[in-house]
């Protein structure tokens, strides 16, 4: 598992594991990162389903009980194949950019 931390926001990524391996990695590591909004690049799968996805739900819901970003990046899956209470987007960049959103929004108590 390869973090990349810039600020208060960690990058993960992994190459050549499966995702079930690669979840419970990310459990594993989770309280090192519980503090920081969480990007999980997913890049390196190939093949990724909606049902795929929603097996970080947990992870993403309690990283937001917590007021922090959950952010998966893929383009496999859509947004509108997930729950409103994930967040999935095409690009590391647009990742970014909710971030940035979502911190604002904290700032402003909306």
Known sequence: MIFDKDGATTIVFQENISLKTFL?????????????????????????????????????????????????????????????EMCVVPTTQEAKDIIEMEEIERDLDL
Do not use: G, M, W
């Open 24 to 84: 419970q990695n990310l459990r594993n590591a989770y309280p090192k990162l519980k503090h920081d909004n969480i990007v999980v690049n997913l890049f390196s799968f190939d093949k990724l389903t909606a049902d795929d996805i929603l097996e970080f739900l947990e992870l993403s819901n309690q990283h937001r009980v917590a007021k922090k970003s959950f952010v998966l990046v893929t383009d496999k899956v859509t947004y509108d194949e997930v729950p409103d």
